[in-house]
Each structure stands twice: as C-alpha cells, then as structure tokens.
C-alpha cells in the first residue's frame, strides 16, 4: 500500500512560475525524500529532510516538512520546461522495514 | 562513475514464460532494491538485497525472487508471467541501507507480457 500521497495529481503552469505539490503520509517517517522521474526512465533523487528538519533547501528546490501534520511540501520556483516530470514523494521509516515507500507522483507539466 | 546500470532496456515475453531481470549497482553500493511501476499504481516495492542476503520482501508472490550476487549486481525472476506483469520494474542501489539516503535508480526495465 501506498503511505505518501502527492497532491495534486497533475498540475500544469507556464514557465518562470513556481510550482507546488504537498505529500500527506500516514506513520512516523525518518526522512522523506522527494524524486524526479522524466518520461516513464529511472527516478532521480532530489532532496532528502529528516524528521527533526522543517525545511531544506537545494538550488530552485525548497522542502518542507510538518511532522504534527504528516504533511511536506516541494516548491521549484522559477520553473523551466526543463522540469517537466513526475515528482514523488517517498518515505523512509523510523526501525523496522528498511525502505523507501513511494507515493503515486504528481504529473508537472511547464509549457514554454 | 557508472550509475546503477539495467538489462535488458525491453524485454517481451509471453504468458506463462519466465523473465530474469539484471542490475548491476554502483561501484560500492551494498544494497540493491526492486521496485516495480505499473501504470497508474505508483512504484511498489518489490524486494531488498544487501550483502548477498534478502532482508526484505514487498508484498508479491513467490513467483517473484531474486539473488545478489558476490559483486553486489542482482538479479530478479520472475517466473509463470502474467499479464499484469506488464510494468517498469526499476532497481535502486545505496551504500547505506535502511532507507536513510537517497537511492541511485537505474533507468528500469520494460517488462511486456503479452
């Protein structure tokens, strides 16, 4: 089953504005992770904040993390037609299973 | 560096036939993963091998297994093919296990079970 869950599930906006998209996830994480995965090939690792961080930064990249809401955010800001992808969201849990859970993605489309 | 390397790129196979999968992690990665991503179902886990062993298993049936091998690359079967087969089945490989880094993906394998 799946424990993150990206909203929305596609969002399209036009090029130099800056996208949002939000994970809920559902039990007591040690990280999340957010992935970029381009036309259906392989995931690319993105950012990763730990439970006891609130918010990261990477380039045009910003995450947040609200662990009473079990709730994060990936902001790209002034977006390309280059960042048209699928982003995921993925989980990784405190003991126990020892693996990333992923959630379904949110499609982004930025038109040039 | 060579990322996580995967073969073959599309593989076609027929119902009830077997498929064998490969992957070949980065130089020093231990631990090596399988996800497979229908269409429309988002990546589920499939399987974790670190140091040779398999230490986790999603919730898939037998006829789903696979092996690492002493160099860390792994394999993944899958036996008695089933339609719903038909998906990208990606490998991912880290040098620290237990999902607290980011993992290296491979491009994925094109499974098409007609």
């Known amino acids: 089953s799946q424990q993150g869950e990206e909203d929305p599930q596609a969002l399209s906006i036009q090029e130099g504005e800056n996208a949002t998209m939000n994970c809920s996830y559902k039990?007591?994480?040690?990280?999340l992770q957010w992935y970029r995965q381009n036309s259906g090939r392989g995931l690319v690792h993105l950012i990763l904040i730990r439970s006891n961080e609130r918010e990261k930064h990477s380039g045009r990249l910003r995450v947040t993390l609200d662990t009473s809401k079990k709730s994060s955010s990936l902001l790209i800001t002034a977006s390309r037609a280059a960042d048209t992808a699928s982003y995921f969201c993925a989980t990784g849990f405190q003991g126990g299973s020892e693996k990333l859970v992923f959630g379904k993605g949110t499609k982004l489309t930025v038109n040039p | 560096e060579a990322g996580v390397t995967q073969s073959p790129t599309h593989l076609i196979k027929t119902r009830g036939q077997q498929a064998t999968l490969r992957c070949s992690p980065i130089s020093g990665h231990t631990s090596v993963y399988w996800y497979q991503q229908a269409l429309g179902l988002g990546l589920q886990f499939l399987l974790w091998y670190d140091e040779g062993e398999e230490r986790n298993r999603g919730n898939f049936p037998p006829r789903f297994s696979g092996r690492q091998f002493p160099n860390y690359s792994s394999e993944l079967n899958v036996n008695a093919l089933e339609l719903e087969d038909s998906a990208l089945y990606l490998c991912a490989s880290s040098s620290y296990p237990r999902g607290n880094y980011g993992y290296t993906f491979g491009s994925g394998t094109r499974l098409t079970v007609v």
């Open positions: 039990t007591s994480i040690n990280n």
